[in-house]
């Protein structure tokens, strides 16, 4: 998952900023089109955060995606670094690449805003979160077990990968 829009979307000099990347990701069986679970015992490559857009800045999107991964995944070396501490300036497109994954298979997003704002007297408002999310159905699986991984990014090749 990526926060595109870090610190605001006037501003996204520290975007991409990722929130979550997880490799290995197996389908359950499909049965006739049928909704099926996603279940990874890979490790974790970036832990998750989740979302928290600076107070009073506007509303930031998050995405998700999975891509096609390949059966000898391995974490690109220049994105090592990233972890629950150093997660800004992330590139989807370049991870995309030197990761070898595949096309995309699926993607989704939401909104997120948080309205606190603290006031001179140190009261503070409330905020809220929208967006939109189906459940993935597998009919662009072409096959019945595969691999994903979900690598959350953005741009054209959001991350998320799916080994089949």
């Given at each position: 998952?990526?926060?595109?829009?870090?610190?605001?979307?006037?501003n996204?000099?520290?975007?991409?900023?990722?929130?979550?990347?997880?490799?290995?990701?197996?389908?359950?069986?499909?049965?006739?089109?049928?909704?099926?679970?996603?279940v990874?015992?890979?490790?974790?490559?970036?832990?998750?955060?989740?979302?928290?857009?600076?107070?009073?800045?506007?509303?930031?999107?998050?995405?998700?995606?999975?891509?096609?991964?390949?059966?000898?995944?391995?974490n690109?070396?220049?994105?090592a670094?990233?972890?629950?501490?150093n997660?800004?300036?992330?590139?989807t497109?370049?991870?995309?690449?030197?990761?070898?994954?595949?096309?995309?298979?699926?993607?989704n997003?939401?909104?997120?805003?948080n309205?606190?704002?603290?006031?001179?007297?140190?009261?503070s408002?409330?905020?809220?979160?929208n967006?939109?999310?189906?459940?993935?159905?597998?009919?662009?699986?072409?096959?019945?077990?595969?691999?994903?991984?979900?690598?959350?990014?953005?741009?054209?090749a959001t991350?998320?990968?799916?080994?089949?």
């Amino acid at each position: 998952m990526i926060d595109i829009d870090a610190p605001s979307r006037t501003n996204t000099s520290l975007a991409q900023v990722i929130h979550w990347i997880q490799p290995g990701y197996i389908s359950a069986s499909l049965k006739n089109g049928s909704y099926f679970p996603l279940v990874s015992t890979s490790p974790v490559v970036v832990p998750y955060a989740g979302p928290a857009p600076p107070p009073g800045i506007g509303s930031h999107r998050y995405v998700f995606s999975l891509f096609k991964q390949p059966a000898s995944f391995t974490n690109p070396k220049a994105y090592a670094g990233f972890n629950a501490q150093n997660r800004t300036h992330f590139n989807t497109t370049d991870y995309v690449k030197q990761a070898g994954l595949g096309p995309i298979v699926a993607a989704n997003y939401f909104t997120s805003e948080n309205k606190n704002v603290t006031g001179a007297n140190g009261t503070s408002g409330t905020g809220s979160g929208n967006g939109t999310a189906a459940p993935f159905r597998g009919d662009a699986i072409e096959t019945s077990s595969s691999r994903l991984s979900l690598v959350l990014g953005l741009t054209v090749a959001t991350v998320g990968l799916l080994a089949m």
